[in-house]
């Protein structure tokens, strides 16, 4: 089966724009959470969409935000970018809890 | 925030050794996982011990899960280069709460 397809791999912006990254999950899965990577704060949550609905959110600013359409491709949005906000950004989708996650190969964000 | 803590923070040995990894984490949980990340890529799911659980076997690796000392092993044995990578522990409580990962220990396999 298809594996969580994330797009674009790779993304250059400059400071002060908008970032909309894309994430296919397994299919039948309707768990799926976010996740910034960086090499100084390790892997640090977003947030996680349910049936469409935002079940779990981080400790992240209001630039940061989500959603999830009703075949459980989700999209996260970034605005006004800022140059910390450079970082690999993981998409995981699931089962549920109890099930482990299964990851896509995450975009590259980097903000110039 | 970190939930889990793996320790050591980087480890290198030779092919054919045993690497064994430690995670220590905070509060009660509901289930343990171990990922493995390859650099730069998306992590890969190894393996899940639930609470209840005190060892768990998948090929070469084995871990373990100590609830009482809040804290778990992994142990990947006859370790082959194939094996360099970051691993990572992450704890997932009881409710419909997110994962939270430790911030990983990085294995270099030595040829």
């Given at each position: 089966?298809?594996?969580?397809?994330?797009?674009?791999?790779?993304?250059?912006?400059?400071?002060?724009?908008?970032?909309?990254?894309?994430?296919?999950?397994?299919?039948?899965?309707?768990?799926?959470?976010?996740?910034?990577q960086t090499p100084g704060q390790g892997l640090q949550f977003l947030?996680?969409?349910?049936?469409?609905?935002?079940r779990?959110?981080?400790n992240f600013p209001g630039r940061f935000s989500g959603r999830q359409f009703s075949n459980s491709r989700s999209e996260m949005n970034v605005s006004t970018l800022e140059l910390g906000d450079s970082a690999l950004y993981l998409c995981a989708s699931s089962l549920g809890q109890g099930n482990g996650y299964t990851f896509g190969s995450g975009t590259r964000l980097t903000v110039v | 925030s970190q939930q889990g803590e793996e320790d050591p923070q980087a480890l290198s040995i030779q092919e054919?050794?045993?690497?064994?990894m430690n995670c220590s984490y905070k509060?009660?949980?509901?289930?343990?996982?171990?990922?493995?990340?390859?650099s730069g890529r998306g992590l890969v799911h190894l393996i899940l011990?639930?609470?209840?659980?005190?060892?768990?076997?998948s090929g070469r690796l084995r871990v373990t899960l100590d609830t009482s000392k809040k804290s778990s092993s992994l142990l990947i044995t006859a370790s082959r280069a194939a094996d360099t990578a970051?691993?990572?522990?992450?704890?997932?409580?009881s409710g419909n709460t997110?994962?939270?990962?430790?911030?990983g220990t990085r294995l270099s396999v030595i040829a």
């Open positions: 089966k298809a594996g969580v397809t994330q797009t674009p791999r790779y993304l250059i912006k400059t400071r002060g724009q908008q970032v909309t990254l894309s994430c296919s999950p397994i299919s039948g899965h309707r768990s799926v959470s976010w996740y910034q947030f996680e969409y349910f049936s469409e609905t935002q779990n959110k981080g | 054919g050794e045993n690497a064994t509060t009660s949980i509901n289930n343990l996982q171990w990922y493995r990340q390859n011990i639930r609470s209840n659980e005190r060892e768990k076997h970051s691993y990572f522990c992450a704890t997932e409580n997110p994962l939270v990962f430790g911030k």
